[in-house]
């Protein structure tokens, strides 16, 4: 397992615990694989906020709501195909009940939380993991999303009617409203199936 803290090391929050007696040794993600990760977190990322950006100047805040809804998934497909893995968005508090984080993206989402909570720079943290169920390995990454200032028009602490009544409208479950601008908003999330040639 690997966590980076490229600002501060010393804050580093990942334990490797060391395998018993004849237990399997655990599996380093490779470079190789969180370059790839980083590579698809940033296509995705790109693609998605230069979709919403056209959106909001060409219809305002609630026609990227629509693309968050229609397009957003559509994306995720697009590079996670280009990409040869699966990448998405997740977060504490999502709108998209889809995007709701399992048991091991809640984890890296709290430490990271508590890590800038700490201090550390947000763009300094990442973390990558080789993950064992039975016979199956699977690569895991994730790295935070805070909140800047497009998102501030639909994920912000001040939200205009009309917009919190179209996401209302898609999401009657939003619980993703009220981000202070430069909080972590949620993650980007990678995950990988990986041969047991490289165990």
């Given at each position: 397992?690997r966590?980076?803290?490229?600002?501060?090391?010393?804050?580093?929050?990942?334990?490797?615990?060391?395998?018993?007696?004849?237990?399997?040794?655990?599996?380093?993600?490779?470079?190789?694989?969180?370059?790839?990760?980083?590579?698809?977190?940033?296509?995705?990322?790109?693609?998605?906020?230069?979709?919403?950006?056209?959106?909001?100047?060409?219809?305002?805040?609630?026609s990227?709501?629509?693309?968050?809804?229609?397009?957003?998934?559509?994306?995720?497909?697009?590079?996670?195909?280009?990409?040869?893995?699966?990448?998405?968005?997740?977060?504490?508090?999502v709108?998209?009940?889809?995007?709701?984080?399992?048991?091991?993206?809640?984890?890296?989402?709290?430490?990271?939380?508590?890590?800038?909570?700490?201090?550390?720079?947000?763009?300094?943290?990442?973390?990558?993991?080789?993950?064992?169920?039975?016979?199956?390995?699977?690569?895991?990454?994730?790295?935070?999303?805070?909140?800047?200032?497009?998102?501030?028009?639909?994920?912000?602490?001040?939200?205009?009617?009309?917009?919190?009544?179209?996401?209302l409208?898609?999401?009657?479950?939003?619980?993703?409203?009220?981000?202070?601008?430069?909080?972590?908003?949620?993650?980007?999330?990678?995950?990988?199936?990986?041969?047991?040639?490289?165990?």
């Amino acid at each position: 397992m690997r966590f980076s803290l490229l600002k501060n090391a010393a804050l580093a929050f990942a334990i490797v615990a060391l395998p018993a007696c004849g237990a399997e040794k655990p599996v380093e993600p490779s470079d190789a694989d969180i370059t790839a990760a980083r590579e698809a977190a940033a296509a995705l990322g790109g693609t998605l906020k230069a979709r919403l950006l056209a959106a909001i100047a060409e219809g305002g805040p609630i026609s990227a709501i629509t693309v968050c809804s229609e397009e957003a998934p559509e994306i995720s497909l697009a590079v996670s195909t280009d990409k040869a893995v699966s990448v998405g968005r997740t977060a504490l508090r999502v709108r998209n009940p889809d995007n709701a984080p399992d048991e091991w993206e809640r984890r890296q989402l709290e430490k990271f939380a508590a890590a800038i909570e700490d201090g550390v720079d947000p763009a300094s943290i990442e973390y990558a993991e080789v993950v064992t169920s039975g016979e199956t390995k699977t690569f895991r990454w994730m790295k935070p999303i805070m909140m800047d200032g497009p998102c501030q028009l639909c994920h912000g602490e001040e939200i205009a009617d009309d917009v919190r009544a179209a996401i209302l409208a898609f999401y009657p479950e939003d619980a993703a409203t009220g981000f202070k601008f430069g909080e972590m908003r949620g993650a980007f999330t990678v995950e990988k199936p990986i041969s047991d040639t490289r165990s």
